[in-house]
């Protein structure tokens, strides 16, 4: 085997990653994102290509009957009577962060432009769509604005809503490499756990679940009031200030304390240092985004870089992205609103380029329903066919009980390189090659974009994803709008939608990755893509859903496993060391409700249960954390307690804030 060059295909730091001839996987020194480093989860890829895999398209009329193989021409004749059968709104496409940037390309453009719906949209609505809302609303465009070479020469970092040490550690690493290059750096946390990120940190702010907006607008208010208000920068390169900072005056420490339960001096340091560090990263991810107030939490932080001028060589709000790929999906817009080249169906203009550039008419100028809109209109009848590539939705949607309900009403396409939860309720199952087996590219956290190769051949009867929506597209009288033979191809076409836009490509070929799309600093010039070319201030508005139940859920990710664990749960490397499905409480709740550490505890409410083992950690008091990814396998999945409820703007899931209560199922045997 030759060196083969690829993106690590878990986490958004994008790790450049390379097997070499003896099948081991390393790090590549050459990448910009990882210099060579790499954590543990990839390190076992290779031993999990063959393991639960699926090989063949299979399929069954009817649920309850047993799947048979069947040939892709089969599947192909199955797929195409459907879909000929139902009106294009009575259709729904549902795909993931993790494609590579040519599978969702295609995809897209084959559900927007061939089919002529908006009725598609991607995980990443459970993951970055608060972000990218806030970015659009601050900035006119989305697009982290700075790069992983800031870290380089920054002396403050705040995580707020971010387990970085676990969920990026990459990224994490370099934030500690350069802490330990200058003694006066600072590593600061924000989050209701005491996290692996939490531990490793100068300070830890252990603030109450879904009240950041209230501390940030804090923190605002005391910008205001200690004169630390970079006047200048305000004035000439954004505005809305003052709207902003009426609703900032709302939160005077001693109300915020009260709300966040964190001290007042908390508030006043957080002040002091967005006044006084050289240069400070702010990172966030799921902890703002995946909340009913998500986009305003982000609002709320990047307002304080604006008050404060820190942007560039100040500083940054850098959103972390979660999946390998989604900034890529966000290139090639693949959400129910977006279009190639960071487009939107709501702009005539926008939609007259790509109908002219695909050669086709009548995109649809109204975003389609969001996925879990979706799972809402599949109960009502109104949508009857879904197709899931690359997802595993059975356990990674909020409600579950009612999801199990649309799966099992829905006639069902599941695309997948595994058999996961969601295979149980298909119909059709269309066997993927994964990363390894294709190639294609796929854009980090900080807006580079790598080619992956292939080093295997897929397994079995497995297709690449792009392929095998280009050939149902021939199958379907689409050939000249899908002519492509090698993904080079869809790369090449999706690159001119990017000309002259900010995230142009166009200059870039495979031989060029990994490259960087965008200046170093995305916006060096301080003008913005907004209509008045000025960074926007917008009012943070707080807003908690009210829950019932003596404790907060907050669910979240496990270190040495991937989401529902279809890849890593198959390696027993990995596997080491994982305790049973566990919930972490405060010893003092525990106390109080007569639990010990290893008790099997029932967390319920209306919406169902789940059994857990108890492990204590310093937990904010009333709230218990647990992961989510863990399939049924395991029991039932911890996503049926958690509300279908979403941020106004975002359309994202409120994932970590379910009202739940507790009680002891099993004593631990001393
Ligand atoms: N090992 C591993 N790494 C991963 C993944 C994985 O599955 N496994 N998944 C990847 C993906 S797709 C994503 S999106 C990222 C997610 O990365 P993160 O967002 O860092 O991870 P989470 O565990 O979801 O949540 C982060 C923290 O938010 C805190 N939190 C919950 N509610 C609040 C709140 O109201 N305020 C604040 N301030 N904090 C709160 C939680 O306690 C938790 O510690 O990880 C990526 N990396
Ligand atoms: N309660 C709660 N729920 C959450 C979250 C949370 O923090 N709390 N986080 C949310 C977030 S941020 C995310 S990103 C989601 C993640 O949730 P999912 O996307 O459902 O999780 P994965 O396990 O990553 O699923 C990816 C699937 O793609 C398959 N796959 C891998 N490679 C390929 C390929 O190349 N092609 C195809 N077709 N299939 C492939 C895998 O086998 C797997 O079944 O979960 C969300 N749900
Ligand atoms: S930090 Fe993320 S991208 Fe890098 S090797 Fe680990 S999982 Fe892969
Ligand atoms: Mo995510």
């Known amino acids: 085997m030759r060196e083969t060059r690829f993106q690590c295909p878990y986490c958004g730091v994008g790790c450049g ?5 003896k099948g081991k996987i390393k790090g590549d020194f050459e990448h910009p994102a990882n210099k060579g480093d790499i954590c543990k989860k990839p390190v076992y890829l290779p031993k999990i290509y063959e393991k639960g895999r699926i090989e063949k398209p299979l399929y069954r009329e009817s649920k309850s009957e047993p799947f048979k193989e069947i040939s892709w021409e089969e599947a192909y004749k199955i797929l195409k009577r459907k879909i000929l059968s139902l009106k294009p709104e009575e259709l729904y496409f549902y795909i993931s962060g993790q494609l590579l940037t040519e599978d969702s390309y ?5 559900v927007k432009g061939f089919l002529r719906t908006n009725n598609i949209d991607a995980n990443s609505r459970l993951c970055m769509a608060s972000a990218v809302s806030a970015y659009k609303m601050v900035f006119g465009s989305d697009g982290p604005p700075c790069t992983y070479e800031d870290i380089d020469d920054a002396d403050v970092f705040l995580f707020i809503g971010s387990n970085a040490a676990i969920a990026h550690p990459v990224l994490f690493k370099r934030v500690i490499k350069r802490k330990r290059q200058i003694s006066d750096a600072l590593i600061i946390t924000i989050d209701p756990v005491e996290t692996e990120t939490a531990k490793k940190s100068d300070v830890f702010i252990q603030i109450r679940a879904g009240t950041d907006t209230v501390f940030l607008n804090s923190v605002l208010y005391v910008l205001y009031k200690k004169g630390w208000i970079d006047y200048e920068f305000v004035e000439r390169y954004t505005e809305g200030f003052d709207k902003a900072l009426q609703q900032a005056r709302k939160f005077p420490p001693e109300v915020a304390s009260s709300i966040c339960d964190v001290k007042e001096e908390d508030i006043y340091l957080i002040a002091e240092i967005f006044a006084k560090s050289k240069k400070l990263i702010s990172f966030w991810c799921q902890g703002l985004n995946q909340s009913v107030n998500g986009v ?8 304080l870089h604006l008050a404060t001028g820190r942007l560039n060589s100040k500083g940054c709000p850098f959103s972390l992205t979660g999946q390998p790929n989604a900034m890529g999906g966000r290139e ?17 203009e926008d939609r007259k380029f790509i109908e002219n550039f695909w050669v086709v008419e009548g995109i649809k100028e109204t975003p389609g329903p969001t996925i879990t809109e979706a799972i809402d209109l599949i109960l009502r009848d109104e949508i009857k066919f879904l197709w ?15 999801v199990e309900k649309a799966l099992e009403k829905v006639f069902l396409v599941v695309q997948d390189a595994y058999y996961n939860d969601t295979v149980n309720f298909a119909n059709l199952v269309l066997p993927a090659a994964q990363v390894g087996e294709k190639e294609g590219v796929m854009t980090g956290s900080d807006r580079t974009i790598t080619l992956c190769e292939k080093f295997r051949e897929p397994i079995g009867e497995a297709k690449p994803d792009w392929q095998i929506f280009t050939e149902l597209a021939k199958y379907m009288g689409g050939e000249n709008l899908f002519p492509y033979r090698k993904p080079e191809d869809i790369f090449n076409e999706f690159k001119n939608t990017t000309k002259g836009r900010l995230c142009d490509i166009s200059h870039l070929s495979y031989k060029d990755l990994p490259a960087r799309w965008g200046r170093k600093w995305l916006y060096e010039n301080l003008r913005f893509p907004t209509e008045s070319g000025k960074a926007k201030f917008h009012p943070a508005y707080f807003d908690l859903a009210s829950e019932k139940g003596e404790f907060i859920l907050l669910t979240g ?24 499905p566990f919930v ?9 409700l007569g639990i010990e550490e290893w008790d099997i505890v029932k967390i319920f409410s209306d919406k169902g249960e789940i059994e857990r083992v108890v492990i204590f950690g310093n937990i904010k008091r009333r709230h218990i954390y647990a992961p989510f990814g863990y399939p049924r396998e395991f029991g039932e999945p911890t996503n049926i307690l958690v509300s279908d409820r979403v941020d106004p703007i975002s359309k994202e899931p409120d994932l970590k804030y379910a009202g739940v209560n507790v009680k002891v199922e099993k004593k631990v045997l001393k």
């Open 584 to 592: 972490i409480m405060n010893p003092k709740d525990a106390q109080e």
């Open 106 to 110: 295609v995809i897209n453009k084959f």
């Open 17 to 21: 990653l390379f097997i070499n001839e």
């Open 296 to 303: 305003m939490k982000n609002i709320a932080l990047i307002n």
């Open 557 to 580: 990710r496990l270190k040495n496993q991937w989401h529902t664990m279809t890849k890593t749960g198959k390696s027993p490397e990995l596997l080491k060391g994982e305790v049973p």
């Open 388 to 402: 899931v590539v690359c997802t595993n939705p059975a356990v990674s949607l909020p409600s579950l009980k009612k």
């Open 332 to 348: 090639v817009g693949y959400l129910s609103n977006g279009l190639p080249g960071y487009r939107d169906v709501r702009n005539k």
